[in-house]
């Protein structure tokens, strides 16, 4: 069983800053990529940005120079910094982790997994 939470969501006005975690827990060996995703009612689902175990981060070109993707692999999280927020960001926020875990015998697999969401609600 793997879990993945959501922490830090909330309302803000146009320009102001919210940060995101998000921690993984249960029965898994590692986490690989993590990231953030983001949905707004009638639209699909759309990436915000990655972060690889070694720290490579990558953001979708919206975001870049006003978001930070940060991640701990001792503590399993994944943060999101989120500055100069505007209104059409205004969606639920996903966090997204490649979790590697146990296969039969020695083997091992990796396997994609989501948090239930956080809201982030910008004002004008």
């Known amino acids: 069983q793997v879990q993945l939470v959501e922490s830090g969501g909330g309302s803000v006005q146009s320009g102001g800053s919210l940060r995101l975690s998000c921690a993984a827990s249960?029965?898994?060996?590692?986490?690989?990529?993590m990231g953030w995703y983001r949905q707004s009612p009638g639209k699909n689902r759309e990436l915000v940005a990655t972060?690889?175990?070694?720290?490579?981060?990558f953001y979708t070109g919206s975001v870049l120079g006003r978001f930070t993707i940060s991640r701990d692999n001792a503590r399993n999280t994944v943060d999101l910094q989120m500055d100069s927020l505007k209104p059409e960001e205004t969606a639920a926020y996903y966090c997204?982790?490649?979790?590697?875990?146990?296969?039969?015998?020695?083997?091992?697999?990796?396997?994609?997994?989501w948090g239930q969401g956080t809201q982030v609600t910008v004002s004008s």
């Open positions: 249960g029965s898994f060996l590692s986490v690989n990529t």
């Open positions: 972060i690889t175990r070694g720290g490579a981060p």
């Open positions: 997204n982790g490649h979790m590697v875990l146990h296969g039969k015998g020695w083997g091992r697999y990796e396997r994609e997994d």
